[in-house]
């Protein structure tokens, strides 16, 4: 994957705990094994009791703050309508649910992600699980505070459980709302966006809670007549941005079924720049781990350009490229799809030049399904250049995606057979896998020796 996608977010208090502990174990277990003392994990292991320690620390005083508050607001009387529904205290951050209702924005979260999906005071089944902000709600909130000397935790102290403040969210409207203003101003909020999705996993579900979000970061790719128009940071942003939001579990429907996300991954698979085009791939590849975005990105068309753009070689992008490809063809649909598209030709072509051996092996072993694609592979010399690899590597999962492709043409085309019995002769190439290959390996090679003598035997008889 592109390296500027997002490879490491940020995780949030709890996730971080756990990983430092992990990382101290580790370094406690070199500490005491090593026989020498050992002054390099001394240290990192001091590393990571300080992170713990620290961590512990904010904890602790965001709690005494958010105790503190409480004392002071139950000093004066709460007008219910301030109130949350859930938890019975004064809200921070109201927001609107799909009924109509308002809850505080923490407290509704945790409803939801427990599995709820109904209205906690109508009990309505939800349409959808986006939050809408309640600012009329939290403006008078924010006057009767004002009036009755009330304290509450500044919007930039208090987080929710995602670890987003009400700061984070206001800049998160800000940047969308400037999407759709000048250049310059989509320029630096595209970038910012890019930047904040990559570090923060938080801030890439907050696309999920408007159905609004996505439509509004790419306004500047859908309001132009052709992406030769749009410049190409802002592009590269922008496809940049939609594969760190892809990434998330939670958005991977949302996202392939935004109507204008797939036609714009598969032109900036035709154009911009070579990293646009790497990420708009590995978006794809992403989007592609649910099996309904498999079904509507392969009905979409957007194969072909995944193909072409492997066809055409650049590094940086082919292992995207190939992961989406194979991703996509999981599902037979695609499977044909892409042999249609010329998928066995370009692959074998880059195959035959040692490129991406390993994932383009993998590849033409789920198209062989196909009997299309085993004719074309036959056409193409598929078969010398299969043979070829089984002779030089030495990956045994290289070799097991070799034999189990001829194996499919053997039994599908006769004229292959004196071919392979050369093969044999000459460097006993099936034998040799026959006894020492994986067992699945094994089992193919066997499959065609035994039908390359019964043909021998055939012949001796006539």
Request: aromatic share 4%; proline share 3%.
């Amino acid at each position: 994957m592109a390296k500027s996608g997002v490879l490491e977010g940020d995780p949030g208090p709890v996730a971080k705990a756990m990983e430092l502990k992990r990382e101290l174990q580790k370094f406690v277990k070199v500490i005491v094994d090593d026989e020498d003392v050992n002054l390099e994990a001394i240290d990192k292991a001091q590393q990571m009791l300080s992170a713990l320690k620290e961590l512990k620390m904010k904890k602790y005083l965001s709690l005494k703050l958010h105790n503190n508050s409480r004392r002071e607001v139950v000093s004066g009387a709460v007008p219910e309508e301030f109130k949350c529904p859930l938890s019975k205290e004064l809200m921070r951050d109201p927001v609107i649910v799909a009924t109509g209702q308002t809850y505080d924005r923490s407290f509704i979260q945790k409803w939801l992600k427990s599995g709820n999906r109904t209205c906690p005071r109508t009990q309505q089944v939800l349409s959808h699980t986006i939050l809408t902000p309640n600012h009329l709600i939290k403006e008078m909130i924010l006057q009767w505070c004002k009036n009755h000397g009330i304290r509450l935790p500044d919007s930039a102290q208090y987080s929710d459980e995602d670890g987003l403040t009400g700061d984070d969210r206001d800049q998160f409207l800000s940047l969308l709302e400037k999407m759709s203003s000048t250049l310059s101003d989509q320029k630096e909020a595209a970038r910012e966006m890019r930047l904040l999705t990559k570090r923060m996993p938080s801030f890439r579900a907050l696309f999920g809670e408007s159905c609004s979000a996505i439509p509004q970061l790419l306004s500047p790719l859908s309001q132009s007549k052709s992406q030769n128009e749009v410049q190409p940071d802002l592009h590269e942003d922008i496809i940049t941005t939609l594969l760190n939001l892809s990434i998330h579990d939670s958005n991977k429907k949302l996202v392939a079924e935004t109507p204008m996300v797939i036609p714009l991954l598969m032109d900036a698979l035709r154009s911009g720049t070579i990293e646009t085009r790497s990420n708009a791939a590995a978006a794809l590849f992403t989007l592609s781990a649910l099996d309904s975005n498999k079904e509507l990105i392969g009905k979409s068309g957007a194969l072909k350009p995944l193909i072409d753009l492997l066809e055409e070689g650049h590094l940086l992008a082919m292992k995207d490229v190939a992961s989406a490809i194979f991703n996509l063809c999981i599902l037979h649909e695609n499977k044909l799809r892409a042999v249609r598209d010329g998928a066995v030709r370009v692959i074998l072509k880059k195959i035959m030049n040692r490129m991406h051996v390993d994932e383009l092996l993998s590849i033409l072993a789920m198209l062989s399904t196909s009997q299309t694609a085993v004719e074309q592979m036959g056409e193409l010399g598929g078969v010398e250049c299969l043979l070829s690899i089984i002779r030089e590597t030495s990956c045994a999962r290289n070799k097991e995606n070799c034999i189990a492709i001829l194996f499919t043409i053997c039994h599908s085309d006769r004229s292959k057979w004196k071919q392979m019995r050369d093969e044999e002769n000459t460097y006993g190439t099936i034998s040799k896998l026959a006894e020492n290959g994986s067992s699945r390996a094994k089992r193919k090679a066997s499959g065609i020796l035994e039908r390359l003598n019964r043909a021998i035997n055939l012949t001796h008889t006539a």
